[in-house]
């Protein structure tokens, strides 16, 4: 049975005052926040849409939308590998935001004796539940409540999918560069002395 220690009004002040909390919250922001730029640029990359008119558009919608438009632009890269990877971070994506949605519309609290982040929209009867350890309570623990391990693991996974979102963008990349070199090899004007370059 997890014990619940979570009382947010008046705020502790200690809550602005502890680095270990602080943190691993600020080093999962930053590793989230790498996250979401890779999502631009792979967005920018595959719309083929100009870099100012693909910010508008991107960066003003939330990001389930985003998320679901990756999804779907992830359908033109050529090679099966990288559409494959891609569509696995993607959704590694998905499962993180919802966490990361979580995390920051939360306060501090104790789970067990750990430092915890508890989502504002809890319920009384949801910790009910959690603290009676069923089935039920254990799932809500994991989808409502995030301990600092909690978070620290959410922390490695963005930077794994960060790497491998870093990886398929520089493929995709590569790839466009040498389109763009062929397509530019077959206009160069043919004569004596300007064979096709491949």
């Known amino acids: 049975m997890a014990s619940i220690i979570y009382n947010n009004i008046p705020f502790d002040e200690g809550d602005l005052k502890n680095t270990e909390t602080n943190f691993a919250l600020g080093q999962f922001m930053t590793a989230w926040s ?16 100009r870099y100012e008119i693909a910010n508008t558009i991107f960066d003003r919608i939330g990001a389930r939308e985003q998320i679901e438009i990756l999804a779907e632009l992830i359908e033109l890269i050529t090679a099966t590998e990288q559409r494959a990877s891609a569509a696995t971070a ?11 949605n979580k995390i920051v519309h939360a306060g501090w609290g104790l789970l ?4 915890a982040r508890f989502w504002h929209g809890i319920t009384s009867a949801r910790f009910r539940e959690i603290t009676s350890d069923t089935p039920k309570g254990k799932a809500d623990r994991v989808r409502f409540i995030y301990t600092l391990s909690d978070i620290v693991q959410l922390t490695d996974r963005c930077v794994i999918v960060r790497q491998t979102m870093e990886s398929i963008l520089h493929a995709i990349t590569l790839e466009r560069i040498h389109a763009r070199r062929a397509e530019d090899a077959d206009r160069w004007p043919r004569g ?7």
């Open 34 to 49: 790498q996250v979401e730029s890779l999502c631009g640029f792979l967005f920018r990359e595959l719309s083929q849409i």
């Open 90 to 100: 993607i959704k590694e994506v998905e499962e993180i935001a919802k966490a990361r």
């Open 112 to 115: 067990g004796g750990e430092p």
């Open 192 to 198: 004596p002395g300007n064979a096709k370059r491949s």
